[in-house]
């Protein structure tokens, strides 16, 4: 009796005999979009319907007010300020960690973590500790006339310390999987060790600094346990946006308080598109 040749498979053939059955990939999305659908776009669409229950009148007054305009510009402020300082310290640190080795490099990367690992309102207490009248550094703030605790420069550094991991977490994976076959050609053609920072190293990175930004950015206009502890909670004066939508709900001013977090809700929409463009641009380079 001849023995019976065995048959291969093909790649294709074993995809297809281990492919799920339909009602398996149909009744699995069915519960991802069911679950995204509750959890994800029905608060934002209540929260549309609620800043517009009162009219399209009541909704603009709310967000024109004294008190909103103060908190967008404060919220503007400690973004326009943390997300700089951080890109340069993100960068700066990034480089370091995902190019040199090091003695006490792992102990660094760790570090990085901290903001992440630590609840906000614990950060924002370390900041009182550390600045407030009777903190560490309190009396000698005090005697300079400077203000730094229940005002914007406390806001300020709050949002830097929460928000500063994500650039360098972002570009540090990064150039650790670079290759160094670029900068070693600009360096032997003779370009100093800026110059090839500046036009080959950062140059690469641009979408994954770009992607850093994004986050960072998200991350400072929303933040609200690090600001709420050193802010005070002073009317026209340090109230951000998030803090801003507390009190109107406090307040059981809730259409205003809905309008207001409206405008939260647009910037993160902002946030995935830019971030979804991000993406698709550095898959297709």
Known sequence: ??????????????????????????????????????????PVLLVIVEAFRDGAGAFFTAISSDDTLSAISLTALAVGIAVPVNVVIGIATAWAVG??????????????????????????????????????????????????????????????????????RELIPFWESQGREEEEAALVLGASAWTMFRRVSLPNARWALLYGVVLTSARAMGEFGAVSVVSGHIRGKTNTLPLHVEVLYGDYRFSAAFAVASLLVLSGVVTLVLRKLIESRAHSD
């Open 1 to 42: 009796m001849s023995k019976q040749p065995k048959v291969r498979k093909t790649p294709a053939a074993i995809g297809v005999a281990a492919r799920d059955p339909a009602w398996v990939r149909y009744s699995l999305i069915a519960i991802a979009l069911t679950f995204l659908g509750f959890v994800l776009v029905m």
């Open 99 to 168: 190019r040199f080795r090091f003695p006490g490099r792992s102990l660094l990367i760790t570090l990085f973590d901290v903001p992440l690992a630590v609840s906000p309102v614990i950060a924002g207490m370390t900041f009182i500790l550390l600045f407030g009248s009777q903190g560490l550094f309190g009396p000698e703030l005090t005697e300079l006339g400077l203000e730094i605790v229940f005002s914007p420069p406390g806001i300020v550094l709050a949002t830097i310390f929460v928000t500063f991991p994500f650039v360098a």
